[in-house]
């Protein structure tokens, strides 16, 4: 990534090899491991199972007609945990909508797909992919897709590669950001997981999907 950024806003072309000599011999820079993956309990019984329109074909023809959705945990100091739903576009790897609470419920998600129809001026009609999470599968977020003539789609289940994007999104905000200080306030956490969003992974991050450019700079 850092090369793509040097190219990208510097206009200096250098080799991995010299990215990496630099990196690590003379800054002393190290990589960042990840932590596993938390495991969420259980929830209660599907309401309704969508059936998976998306089946890893993770390309749009246009903005705003396929998202992927998904929740991921994080820590406050006193390592109680607040959780985060994201909504990613599927054109360009945007972050749509980035919602974080203290309950991993489908109020979260619905709260996030609200905000998401409000950035994109109400447009709906989009296919909403996610994993058979109880809050996705639930009564209260089935029905206000419907209401909205959102059309869900649904990974089969053990299968988190069907909801690639998302896993990358996550492992990408957990390295660069969450794994890297801690937080000791919500408010704190909040503010720079939404800054991060919406700010740097938008409009700065290279993304290999976007021929290295940032979302926000894909025509």
Aim: glycine share 4%; with cysteine.
């Amino acid at each position: 990534m850092m090369r793509t950024l040097l190219a990208n806003n510097e206009k200096i072309d250098l080799s991995v090899q010299t990215v990496r000599k630099y990196m690590n011999v003379e800054l002393g820079l190290k990589s960042v491991t990840r932590k596993p993956k938390y495991v969420y309990c259980k929830g209660s019984e599907a309401y309704e199972i969508a059936e998976n329109i998306i089946n890893r074909e993770f390309t749009a023809e246009a903005r705003n007609t396929k998202w992927c959705v998904d929740f991921t945990y994080l820590f406050l100091a006193n390592h109680s945990k607040r959780y985060n739903c994201t909504i990613i576009d599927l054109y360009d790897r945007r972050v749509v909508a980035s919602v974080n609470g203290k309950h991993i419920d489908a109020q979260l998600a619905i709260d996030t797909l609200t905000k998401a129809i409000e950035r994109c001026d109400g447009k709906t009609g989009m296919i909403l992919h996610s994993d058979r999470g109880s809050q996705f599968t639930s009564k209260d977020f089935t029905e206000f897709c419907k209401k909205l003539g959102v059309t869900q789609s649904m990974s089969r289940p053990g299968c988190p590669y069907d909801n690639a994007p998302m896993e990358r999104y996550y492992n990408t905000l957990k390295a660069e950001l969450i794994n890297l200080r801690t937080f000791s306030t919500e408010e704190l956490l909040y503010q720079k997981v939404n800054a991060y969003a919406y700010g740097w992974y938008n409009y700065k991050r290279p993304h290999s999907f976007n021929n290295g450019l940032p979302p926000a700079k894909v025509a």
